[in-house]
């Protein structure tokens, strides 16, 4: 199973809404990642966790908040987001021995 | 066809010629270069990469060619077809094994 799947694939939210974003592995990929993706742009690095810790964060504000339970789930937890927000939200992982990423189909977020 | 880099994002090609889409990068350090390819609706999935220690990297139906020289990577697909119309990015890893940077893609159009 090559597959990273996403939930939900739209989502509507309003500024004061909290939401979650899931995201899920099984190919024992130990990093993983959230990427925010805006129409006619390359995706944009936003966390990366390894092991299921925490590694990089490329400053992003924290209305954004990233979770991983385990080694196959990745969340990002969403509050008080501003419409400049709206986005192609991308999930990836990789493996530990080798440099290719493999995504998800996103999550595509409409704040109002 | 061939773009003349990242300030071309669109590429038109008709069918069974080859196109050349061409990335610049701009970090010497960078080691690792992968090319994603992202269909409308999709996220990225994997092409094909290429070590900094190489020039060239054959797959089927793609060549990926590494100037580091010039810092210049190109991504040649052999008699295009309509199911190559995409938008292509290419990635560098530096810094970290599990860091990643976009390009800012083409938009390759394949004419029937």
């Known amino acids: 199973d090559t597959e990273v799947t996403q939930t939900p694939k739209h989502l509507v939210m309003g500024m004061t809404n909290k939401k979650s974003l899931k995201c899920e592995q099984h190919?024992?990929?130990?990093?993983m990642y959230w990427y925010k993706q805006k129409a006619k742009k390359p995706p944009e690095l936003m966390f990366v966790?390894?092991?299921?810790?925490?590694?990089i964060n490329e400053s992003v504000p924290s209305r954004f908040s990233p979770e991983c339970p385990n080694s196959s789930l990745l969340n990002l937890h969403l509050h008080a987001l501003q419409p400049e927000d709206s986005a192609l939200y991308l999930c990836?992982?990789?493996?530990?021995?080798?440099?290719?990423?493999?995504f998800g189909p996103g999550t595509r977020l409409t704040v109002t | 066809g061939e773009s003349v880099g990242l300030h071309l994002p669109t590429l038109s090609v008709q069918e069974g010629d080859n196109s050349i889409i061409n990335c610049a990068y701009s970090?010497?350090?960078?080691?690792?270069f992968i090319w994603y390819k992202q269909e409308s609706g999709k996220g990225p999935q994997f092409i094909i990469d290429?070590?900094?220690?190489?020039d060239k990297r054959q797959g089927q139906r793609v060549t990926v060619l590494l100037n580091k020289t010039v810092k210049h990577l190109s991504l040649q697909i052999a008699a295009t077809q309509p199911g190559d119309s995409a938008v292509y990015f290419c990635?560098?890893?530096?810094?970290?094994?599990?860091?990643?940077?976009f390009g800012s893609g083409t938009k390759l159009n394949v004419k029937p």
């Open positions: 990836a992982s990789k493996g530990t021995d080798y440099y290719e990423q493999y």
């Open positions: 190919m024992g990929h130990r990093a």
């Open positions: 966790y390894s092991y299921e810790k925490l590694s």
């Open positions: 970090n010497s350090a960078s080691d690792y």
């Open positions: 290429i070590r900094s220690n190489m």
């Open positions: 990635a560098e890893n530096r810094d970290n094994f599990n860091k990643f940077y």
